[in-house]
Structure formats: C-alpha cells, structure tokens
Nanobody, 124 residues
Framework: QVQLVESGGGSVQAGGSLILSCAAS????????MAWFRQAPGKERGFVAA????????YSDVSVTGRFTIARDNAKNTVHLQMNSLTPEDTAVYYCAASIRIQESISPQHYTYWGQGTQVTVSS
C-alpha cells in the first residue's frame, strides 16, 4: 500500500523558515515525480515544487522560486521542502504527491498518490 506521510509543518513568523518532509513507502518511486502542493482556505490546491526521483531535476512555481528548495533523500525514500523567507501568503495546508508522468506537471490531476497534508501558518 502506497503511503506518503508529511511532517514538519507548524507556525512561524514572517521571514522564518520551515522544512517539510514527505516519507514515501509501499512501492519503488524511481522514475516518478514527487511534488508539493498547497491549499489555503477558500482557494484551489496549487503547485509549489516538484522533483524527478531519478536524476533530481526540479521545477517550482514562480511564487516560491528562490525561497523554497525541493530535494530528495534516496536512502530514506524521503522528499524535503526547505522553505525560507516565509510570508503570511505562504499559509496553507501543504500536500506531498506522486506522479508517474515523465513530463513536467503542475496539475493536481496528474498526481496519483497524496499525503494527508501538514499545516503551515505564517504570522506577520
């Protein structure tokens, strides 16, 4: 059974940092794309960043480029999202997701597996 389990969310003041982790289990994710999405109250779930498990190619939304970094730990089957210079606009539930697609994808519809989400709250 495939499981994606997020951790590391919490509350932080503007300008602070957090690291989110996504522990993946239940299958081999080699060749898959792992991504982070986020959803704020009253808004649609939006793409944050993604990484190809094989090769490590990354891409991210323009709103987080330069502030957030996605990385993988092959030994621990874990994907991390380092978030720096956080602003109140980053407040959301953050979800880890996995897609078999080779092409870059920012659409939630292309992702097969999802974690339960972790709350990130940034206060001003």
């Amino acid at each position: 059974q495939v499981q994606l389990v997020e951790s590391g969310g919490g509350s932080v003041q503007a300008g602070g940092s957090l690291i989110l982790s996504c522990a993946a289990s239940g299958r081999t994710f080699s060749g898959w794309t792992m991504a982070w999405f986020r959803q704020a109250p009253g808004k649609e779930r939006g793409f944050v960043a993604a990484i190809r498990w094989s090769g490590g190619t990354t891409y991210s939304d323009v709103s987080v480029t330069g502030r957030f970094t996605i990385a993988r730990d092959n030994a621990k089957n874990t994907v991390h999202l380092q978030m720096n210079s956080l602003t109140p606009e980053d407040t959301a539930v953050y979800y880890c997701a996995a897609s078999i697609r080779i092409q870059e994808s920012i659409s939630p519809q292309h992702y097969t597996y999802w974690g339960q989400g972790t709350q990130v709250t940034v206060s001003s």
